[in-house]
């Protein structure tokens, strides 16, 4: 049970560490073309990376939009503007 944690634990870690090292990886639809074939002689954009050719890793993505969430509750509320 003892290893069996410590395995889990190390490989979200080792996630992790991946995920802040190398947030992008290649898109597994596309393969890294930024392309996909539609029809026999018809090529389009990926729909999923934009054509970009990466996407962000999904750890990456929970843990941005953590931080945004973190951000937003804890810093203070910008002043209203003065009026004219
Ligand atoms: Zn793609």
Same mark, same amino acid.
């Given at each position: ?7 889990? $634990?190390?490989? $979200? ?42 996407? $962000? ?28």
């Amino acid at each position: 049970m003892l290893i069996a944690s410590l395995t889990a $634990l190390a490989t $979200l870690a080792g996630y992790a560490v991946l995920c802040a090292i190398q947030p992008f990886t290649v898109c597994r639809k596309c393969h890294g073309t930024g392309a996909r074939k539609v029809t026999r002689h018809g090529v389009k954009v990926c729909r999923r990376c934009h054509g970009q050719r990466y996407r $962000l890793r999904a750890g990456r993505r929970l843990n941005n939009h953590g931080r945004r969430i973190h951000h937003d509750g804890t810093r203070p509320n910008p002043s209203p503007r003065p009026r004219p």
